[in-house]
């Protein structure tokens, strides 16, 4: 579907005068373990002491990063400093992904020590060099008076094992990036690498050396702690300080980005502490050019009247939405949307779906095996174009179960959370669920607009009497119209591959499994186990 979006209606600071642009190359940062960091300052020239923006960042500082960041913020005022994360591009160190705490405070403590720094701070950055702000920014201190995070979270966890499932081609993909970051095709090639790799059938402890040529110990952590994510991840997840940051934040995200549903938790956390962060949702995947543009515009405007007093470029609701289907952008007060309501939509016998209550029915049944597992068409990927895709060859495969609305009489709208809850019985213990939301044309067309997966171990969770379970699954929030005349699909399987990882039916160890066990799966649809996907209506 190739679709042209409103431009980005994001209002500019008020015009001023751009500067000129001094650069200091490969300033040493120390770290306490003695390791040496590598930075490089962007200064406005005839500017005296004029407030910093800090980026770290393991994709480099010079090239098109200079140019995006370093140069056209010091064009409007502001000095930058921007430096390669340990190990990455002339920074000492070992590669430690992740692990930014530490040498973000140690950062901070240097900038305060220069005698160009003006004691006002910002930081920004999309992705990794997003979560790099949320790793100190609890602790960065009262100069620190705003942040500009983009397509990111404060914990990459969650997306990593996406509803206890091992989000495969995105964790390959940035395995592969970094592996290859110096090469100056490495971006470029590295989704096709990943994709060739992640389809190859071979055990998944072997897929690293396949897609980036050699073993990389962070794809194997990812591996390892699959089973026990808390050991490896306890002192990487800043999730829980998100409310202690005082500094001002603007969040802009992507309904086709990756990150998207971890990082409304955390506006949702700075909420719940009282804070007022700024937040934007495009029609953006993640690595989305009209995305990077639409963030720096932002993040000019926020810091423009956070570090200098402009007003100007602020808008006045801090919510901004685009609504797919209706492509148009709309002002909210807050996340959720005033006015929503959760809508039940039930699955009915013979491939229906209706918010109507459920009826006496007999189970859907399929199969899945994961020897061939079921595709997923379309859906967030950390490379590459995630926009929704016409999903009727997935349907007709025998292992995806298919519900299907009455056409819609009038525009629908649904901006919000979704979920679905099932009632499934397989014949093995260890299988995924996986639930998608879909946009029927009327010509048939069936485009995804959301999807969501749950990994189920035994007991896990608990089984009724006669071995069903009742399955929650969270799917990516939405912003969409569903127009008159079109229709909402739901589809229910138990694979997304490769961009999640087949489930073997062993409960074997996720690197090194290999045998495979079929699972037979119904899912019922009836009073006493209403299945149903739970939509966010907004009323006209």
């Known amino acids: 579907m190739v679709t042209t979006w409103p431009s980005w209606p994001g209002r500019s600071a008020r015009p001023q005068t751009a500067h000129r642009v001094a650069v200091q190359r490969d300033l040493p940062v120390p770290m306490p373990d003695g390791v040496v960091l590598l930075a490089d300052r962007y200064v406005p020239r005839g500017a005296v002491r004029p407030p910093t923006i800090l980026i770290r960042s393991p994709y480099g500082r010079r090239g098109m990063f200079g140019l995006m960041y370093g140069r056209a913020f010091a064009r409007r005022g502001f000095q930058v400093v921007m430096q390669s994360c340990r190990g990455s591009f002339g920074s000492g160190g070992l590669p430690s992904p992740l692990d930014e705490h530490d040498d973000g405070l140690a950062t901070l403590a240097w900038l305060r020590g220069q005698p160009w720094y003006g004691g006002s701070l910002a930081m920004h950055g999309p992705s990794y060099l997003g979560y790099a702000q949320w790793a100190i920014a609890a602790e960065a201190g009262p100069d620190l008076k705003a942040m500009a995070t983009s397509v990111t979270a404060s914990q990459f966890r969650d997306a990593a094992y996406v509803g206890g499932a091992f989000a495969l081609e995105s964790s390959l993909i940035w395995t592969t990036l970094t592996a290859s970051i110096d090469s100056p095709f490495g971006a470029l090639t590295a989704p096709r690498r990943t994709r060739r790799a992640a ?26 702690h699959h089973a026990d994510p808390a050991a490896y991840w306890g002192r990487r997840d800043f999730s829980a300080s998100v409310g202690e940051v005082e500094a001002a934040v603007t969040m802009v995200g992507g309904w086709y980005d990756v990150f998207l549903p971890w990082q409304l938790k955390d506006y949702l956390a700075m909420r719940a502490a009282g804070r007022r962060p700024q937040l934007t949702i495009g029609p953006w995947y993640h690595a989305d050019v009209r995305q990077t543009r639409a963030a720096n515009a932002d993040a000019l405007s926020w810091f423009r009247a956070h570090l200098m007093g402009d007003l100007s470029g602020l808008r006045e609701q801090p919510v901004r939405l685009f609504v797919t289907g209706a492509d148009e952008w709309r002002d909210h007060p807050d996340w959720p949307v005033p006015g ?42 950390l490379l590459g174009n995630s926009e929704p895709r016409d999903n009727r060859r997935l349907e007709a495969r025998r292992d995806v179960l298919v519900y ?137």
């Open 199 to 224: 389809l190859s059938g071979r055990p998944l402890a072997e897929l690293d050396v396949l897609s980036a040529g050699r073993a990389v110990p962070f794809f194997q952590d990812l591996l390892t």
């Open 340 to 381: 929503m309501r959760p809508q039940r939509w039930h699955l009915r016998p013979g491939g229906g779906l209706d918010p109507g209550g459920p009826e006496d029915s007999e189970p859907d049944r399929y199969r899945y095996d994961p020897a061939h597992p079921t595709p997923a068409l379309g859906g967030p990927v």
């Open 404 to 540: 299907t609305g009455p056409e819609l009489r009038e525009d629908t709208e649904m901006i919000g959370p979704v979920s679905a809850e099932l009632y499934l019985r397989s014949s093995t213990g260890h299988t995924d669920v996986v639930v998608r939301v879909c946009d029927v044309h009327p010509g048939g067309a069936s485009y995804n607009v959301c999807e969501g997966v749950r990994r189920l171990t035994p007991g896990d969770p608990v089984p009724d009497a006669d071995g069903v379970r009742r399955v929650e699954v969270d799917l990516w929030p939405i912003g969409h119209r569903f127009r008159r005349g079109h229709r909402i699909r739901v589809h229910v399987a138990s694979g997304a591959y490769p961009r999640v990882a087949r489930n073997l039916g062993t409960g074997d160890p996720l690197g090194t499994g290999s045998a495979m066990v079929i699972a037979d799966q119904e899912v019922f649809h009836d009073p006493s186990r209403p299945s149903a996907v739970v939509l966010p209506l907004v009323p006209r």
